[in-house]
Every structure is written in structure tokens, then in C-alpha cells.
């Protein structure tokens, strides 16, 4: 007899953006009890030759943890959200040994990223613009496991707290093969070792979503004054910070990431009220993602009064056709230029 899973990929033909290689390829996981989607996470792309992302909740965890929980308290999609609101539940964050355990010095020779960056690209960056990116964004390496040699980019929010810690693994082109989260290794090694899982990670996974604030967003109070560059994604902050330059001058640009394409909202971006903002938006078929991140400023702007939304377009004039369908972001770009001449 065929065994039944609960969890099951969508069989319609609804296609969602790859939480990997951002394009719309992506095929979600739904409970077939309540028909509700899993988190964004879990699902496959099916651009397996180029992208190859899949998660499966049978594999993680996460259908032995929600099984018995979502069983006995079942409630709609739509009501779960308006009782968490009501009951005003905190966020966990993650500890800050943690993510001082990825900053070990020893550790930058391993990373891919790094080691790019200062060796392999067209034109190398100062070893002292590297050191500063690094201790700008905390960013760190993973050296064991399965994405050994991978870079992590931590999600600090205003007041300090790390939310999430996306580890991305790279090629040495720099071209992103492995997208995880810190969190989900950290528990993958627990149960491979027969280990218990540490409680402050039982307690951050009941979060309902992780990425909760703007890669980058640590910076706003640290320097109030300077004009904000808004990217998708936190590699290309990264470069954006290394080509523009730093924001301790105080005209310069401070780089932050929303995360994904959808992860563009009024709750990501509010943090931004009474800043001057310019959005550089992926490259999309049709100019999607510019035309929809501008319509939804239109209504930003209403909400946040006193801040200023400006939209580059100057990639959606130049780019090829190709550089669409690939998804290429001001990165793409970049990375071909001699950084001291934007320096300059």
C-alpha cells in the first residue's frame, strides 16, 4: 500500500520565487490537513540543472515537530496570524556566542566569498576594505559540514539582535551554488551527532518567520544621517559597500538587503521612516520586480511620511535579455568594473 504524506508539493501549476536563485521556478510544500503552504523554505525548484534547491520537511525536522502541534490546535492560515498578533508573542533571537563562533579569524582562509574577493576577481579589493566589510556586516564562515568554505551573512537588526544568519556558498566566480540558515545546520549536526538540540534554538524555531528585519539594518543607527541603498540581496550590499564606498563618510551610501523579492514590505521597510532611499530592484522578464516594488512605494510613501523613495532604472535601460531572464542584479555589473575608478 502507498504510504500517505502529510506534506506533499503542490501539484497545481503555481510557481513561486526560488528562495535560492530567485526565480520564479519554485514549487511549495502544503499540509494536506489544513491546506495551508509551509513555510516559504520548503519546496523544490525545478531548474534542477541550474539551481538544483529542495527542501523537504521529512528531512529537517519539521514534520515530526508540527505533526502533534498543528494536529491538536488546528486553525486556519488566517486565524493563526491574527491570534499571534493578539498574544503579542516575542521573537527569539539568536545568541550572540553564536555568531561570534562564525567571526573567528582563522576561519575568513576557508571562505570561498572572501578569498574571491581578494584573489580571484577581476579586480582585487584591499585586504583593509575586506577586514572593514567583514566587521561592518559581520560577516562569517562556516567550516564544517556539508557548506564548509561558506559565507554567512547575519540579519542584526536596529537594537542589536541577530534575527537570522543566512549561509550562502559560492563558486569561485562568486556565483551562489548552496543557499541555508546557520540554524537549520546547527540542528541537522545535532541530530546526524544524536546530540539534543540546544534550547535556544527549540525556542527560535517556533518563530514564525526568521528573516524578520533588513541585512544590514544594524547600520541605521550608527550612522542616522547618511542616504540608504536598498538591495535584494546581501552579497550585493556587500559590493555595493566595497565599490561606493564606506558610510563613515557621511554622503556615502549605506547598503542593506531586503532578503528576496517578496520579502519587499511595509513591515521590512518602516525601519527606513525620514531616510532617503534608493532602490536598485533585480532584473526581471517584462521589468516585474520594477514595476511591482514601485507600485508598492506608492503606498509606502503614504505610510511612512517623510521618506523619500528614488528608483534606479538604470539597469532595466541597459541590460540584455538574457541579463533578465538570469535575474542579474547591479552586482552583475559591478563585479566586471574596476572599483577605484567608482571610488574616485
Known amino acids: ?112 566569498f572572501i578569498q574571491n574577493l581578494l584573489n580571484t576577481v577581476n579586480y582585487p579589493f584591499k585586504p583593509t576594505d575586506i577586514e572593514k566589510v567583514i566587521s561592518l556586516y559581520y560577516l562569517g564562515t562556516v567550516v564544517k559540514g556539508y557548506r564548509s568554505g561558506a559565507v554567512t551573512f547575519p540579519f542584526i537588526d536596529i537594537k542589536g539582535n541577530t534575527r537570522a544568519i543566512q549561509v550562502k556558498q559560492f563558486d569561485r566566480e562568486n556565483h551562489t551554488t548552496g543557499t541555508d540558515f546557520l540554524h537549520s545546520i546547527i540542528k541537522k549536526h545535532c541530530i546526524k551527532d544524536k546530540k539534543p538540540v540546544p534550547e535556544w534554538l527549540e525556542a527560535y524555531n517556533r518563530n514564525d518567520i526568521k528573516v524578520s528585519c533588513l541585512f544590514g539594518e544594524h547600520l541605521l543607527s550608527k550612522y542616522p ?51 532617503r532611499v534608493i532602490i536598485f530592484p533585480d532584473l526581471s522578464e517584462g521589468d516585474k520586480t520594477f514595476k511591482e516594488w514601485k507600485d508598492k512605494v506608492k503606498n509606502f510613501e503614504k505610510q511612512l511620511g517623510g521618506t523619500k523613495f528614488i528608483f534606479s532604472d538604470l539597469l532595466e535601460k541597459l541590460a540584455q535579455k538574457t541579463d533578465r531572464i538570469n535575474g542579474n542584479d547591479i552586482a552583475d555589473y559591478l563585479i566586471k568594473l574596476n572599483w577605484q575608478t567608482f571610488r574616485q
Open 1 to 112: 500500500m502507498k504510504q500517505q504524506y502529510r506534506y506533499i508539493l503542490e501539484k497545481s501549476s503555481k510557481k513561486y520565487y526560488c528562495p535560492n536563485c530567485n526565480k520564479k521556478r519554485f514549487v511549495r510544500y502544503i499540509d494536506t490537513k489544513t491546506n495551508n503552504y509551509l513555510p516559504e523554505k520548503y519546496g523544490r525548484c525545478d531548474r534542477e540543472s541550474k539551481c538544483g534547491y529542495s527542501l523537504n520537511p521529512y528531512t529537517d525536522g519539521y514534520a515530526k515537530e508540527n505533526a502533534e502541534n498543528i494536529e491538536n490546535n488546528y486553525i486556519t492560515k488566517q486565524n493563526y496570524t491574527r491570534v499571534r498578533k493578539a498574544e503579542n508573542i516575542k521573537p527569539v533571537f539568536i545568541p550572540n556566542t553564536v555568531l561570534k563562533s562564525t567571526l573567528e579569524v582563522k576561519r575568513y582562509e576557508q571562505n570561498v
Open 225 to 275: 544621517y547618511n542616504p540608504i541603498a536598498l538591495v535584494e540581496a546581501p552579497k550585493t550590499a556587500i559590493y555595493g559597500t566595497l565599490y561606493f564606498g564606506f558610510p563613515e563618510i557621511l554622503d556615502n551610501l549605506i547598503w542593506v538587503a531586503v532578503y528576496s523579492k517578496s520579502t519587499f514590505t511595509i513591515d521590512r521597510l518602516k525601519i527606513l521612516k525620514g531616510r
